[in-house]
């Protein structure tokens, strides 16, 4: 099995890495194929959901199977909350919440995780299904980064008959997960309808060979994206100006440009859905709107998009940490319990009455639009206003915000 090699040197100097091991075939032979690496510190971890009753027996066999091979190993308990919603998706954030904490502890270079070729052509299955485009169709990447951490699938290249196959030959067991036939699961309905389309030659290796082709059209997509934002994308004080040429771009480009933008802007953790974004963008040219917690306004020439004020209204932050994903402030400090918030009417309010005593000039002196100025951050003690350095009062402070056009690099449209 070269796959784990190879994918380790389109990344190298890694030297620790963790391992996703559930118990299930596919993990379980990653983690034998990572345990062989030589000069390569490897370590397991096992994330219980506590969905299942089986699942503290298939953790104690991973343990026990990292004993023998000399691996540490730790099980990561998911603590359920009473909250309501889509419980698989809630336990798939969990499982990368916990693996990312537990890759940061441990000092963690990069978690290997066990999807297969299989599973490559499952997903694609599921995607056209909900008429996914060029993103949604390229499948799951081979490398990825979030929360500090690389995580790799290694094995997309692989079938999963010929990891079981390897596991037989060394004797290893495995555990099956019975969820794996249950038909409620959409990626079980999947792999059966893959089944069936065998006869017609769509099978699972050209599924994720086309997923290769998109991966490459979407890589195409994204250089042009690029261009379009340095070219007609400028950052203005904490807000966004678009140039209305970008109107015009073509209409795959104009949504990610705005999709990257108001990913950014937001701190989303997903891509917009399309059908939203679009009606968004087409409703925003004339009379402005708000979407993704982000509000686009058209001004005399251009575009202006911000974050809205009803999105930040609650958001705080200590004065020394980070407020809404991207501003900090540094600064004198002042006895009591200081914070950063948005300005809001409050805060607007208190600024006009310093500047109508001569203390500085009126916010309104900023040009920025009113909408824009209270989702703006400000230094608070309290209920008092102790500094607006974005809106003409500095105070002794400053604040600075990480980048929305030149972050990272993923204007991913999701269907």
Not at 223 to 237: G, H, I, K, N, P
Not at 283 to 309: H, I, N, Q, W
Request: hydrophobic letters at 45%.
């Amino acid at each position: 099995m070269n796959a784990l090699k190879e994918c380790l040197s389109r990344h190298p100097g890694l030297s620790r890495m963790g391992v996703a091991v559930s118990g299930g075939g596919d993990s379980v032979a990653l983690l034998l194929l990572a345990a062989e690496l030589p000069g390569v510190s490897v370590e397991a971890a096992t994330v219980d959901h506590g969905l299942r009753a089986e699942s503290p027996a298939e953790a104690a066999h991973v343990a026990r199977l990292c004993a023998r091979l000399g691996v540490a190993h730790q099980v990561l308990r998911w603590v359920r909350g009473e909250g309501r919603g889509n419980l698989q998706q809630a336990a798939r954030r969990a499982r990368h919440d916990l693996l990312g904490a537990w890759a940061r502890e441990r000092g963690l270079q990069a978690v290997l995780l066990g999807h297969t070729l299989d599973d490559q052509a499952e997903t694609v299955v599921m995607r056209l299904a909900r008429g996914s485009g060029v993103d949604g169709l390229s499948g799951m990447s081979e490398a990825h980064e979030r929360g500090g951490v690389l995580w790799l699938r290694p094995l997309l290249g692989t079938r999963r008959a010929a990891l079981r196959d390897m596991l037989r030959a060394r004797g290893v067991s495995w555990c099956e997960d019975p969820s794996n036939a249950d038909e409620r699961f959409q990626r079980v309905r999947a792999r059966k309808a893959l089944a069936m389309l065998a006869p017609l030659g769509i099978d699972a290796a050209g599924l994720a060979a086309t997923a290769a082709r998109m991966t490459r059209a979407r890589v195409a997509l994204e250089a042009q994206t690029e261009a379009s934002l340095a070219d007609l994308v400028r950052e203005d004080r904490g807000t966004v100006i678009v140039a209305r040429g970008a109107m015009s771009l073509p209409p795959e480009i104009r949504d990610r440009v705005f999709a990257r933008l108001l990913r950014e802007l937001s701190g989303g953790e997903y891509p917009p859905r399309l059908d939203g974004l679009q009606r968004w963008i087409a409703g925003s040219g004339a009379k402005g709107g708000p979407f993704m917690g982000c509000v686009l306004r058209p001004e005399a020439t251009d575009l202006r998009l911000f974050r809205e004020y009803r999105a930040v209204a609650l958001t705080r932050a200590p004065v020394a940490g980070l407020w809404d994903g991207r501003w900090r402030a540094s600064g004198v400090t002042e006895a009591g319990t200081m914070e950063i918030r948005a300005l809001g009417p409050a805060g607007l309010r208190q600024l006009s009455q310093q500047a109508r005593a001569g203390l500085h000039p009126h916010w309104r002196e900023t040009g920025l639009p009113e909408a824009a100025l209270k989702a703006m951050p400000g230094l608070w003690n309290g209920a008092r206003l102790i500094a607006a350095p974005l809106a003409l009062w500095p105070n002794g402070w400053q604040l600075t915000a990480r980048s929305v056009v030149t972050g990272p690099a993923d204007s991913s449209l999701s269907h």
